[in-house]
């Protein structure tokens, strides 16, 4: 319900944002309650291992204060009314921005990223279940195998998780897919002998 009720507000406030944007007091108020929201969404996230959004808001929220702070400080003259516009312009880009983080952060449907790391993370855990069988069977042969994967299939994880260039990120999901499958592969292999 929490949820529902955030998305409803943060559409209400993007809205919100476009016919008072004239208005300095309001859109700083605006700011100020985004920072809040995508505050809790941060902590949110975090909670929920979502690293890759988490670290969209971490970029996001210090900038949003720079940029409210340097709004806040423009005086209204004829020689900063360009600067005040651009710094105005600047600021509701970023609320508007953050506004579709945050929405997306309480969405139901985690992005394409976060569905891909999570299934390899879900066939890690079949591997460290089947290791543990071939350990109580004395099979440790088979183990190392089986072991060698998980560990190559983590690495590609953390590298994955921490990337955020999508071209390299692209490349990156192609190996996490490539090792998830030799795993799982050699899995089937070693627990079914022809």
């Given at each position: 319900m929490k949820f529902i009720l955030a998305i409803i507000s943060l559409t209400l406030l993007i809205n919100g944002i476009?016919?008072?944007?004239n208005n300095k007091e309001q859109?700083?108020?605006?700011?100020?309650?985004?920072?809040?929201?995508?505050?809790?969404?941060?902590?949110?996230?975090?909670?929920?291992?979502?690293?890759?959004?988490?670290r969209r808001l971490e970029k996001d929220i210090p900038l949003l204060e720079k940029s409210m702070q340097d709004y806040?400080?423009?005086?209204?003259?004829?020689?900063?009314?360009?600067?005040?516009?651009?710094?105005?312009?600047?600021?509701?880009?970023?609320?508007?921005k953050?506004?579709?983080?945050?929405?997306?952060?309480?969405?139901?449907?985690?992005?394409?990223?976060?569905?891909?790391v999570n299934r390899a993370k879900d066939m890690v855990k079949r591997g460290e279940k089947t290791l543990e069988f071939l350990k109580s069977k004395n099979r440790l042969e088979d183990g190392k195998t089986i072991e060698n994967d998980v560990n190559g299939?983590?690495?590609?994880?953390?590298k994955v998780e921490q990337e955020d260039d999508l071209i390299k990120l692209n490349d990156l999901e192609l190996q996490m897919i490539k090792a998830e499958n030799k795993l799982s592969n050699d899995i089937f292999d070693i627990v079914n002998p022809h």
């Open positions: 476009i016919a008072d944007d859109l700083l108020k605006k700011g100020e309650e985004i920072g809040k929201k995508a505050e809790d969404a941060l902590k949110m996230l975090k909670s929920q291992n979502r690293n890759r959004e988490a806040r400080n423009t005086k209204t003259t004829d020689d900063d009314d360009d600067k005040t516009k651009i710094l105005e312009k600047e600021l509701t880009l970023l609320i508007k953050m506004s579709l983080e945050i929405q997306m952060a309480y969405s139901d449907e985690p992005d394409m990223h976060t569905l891909l299939l983590k690495q590609i994880i953390d």
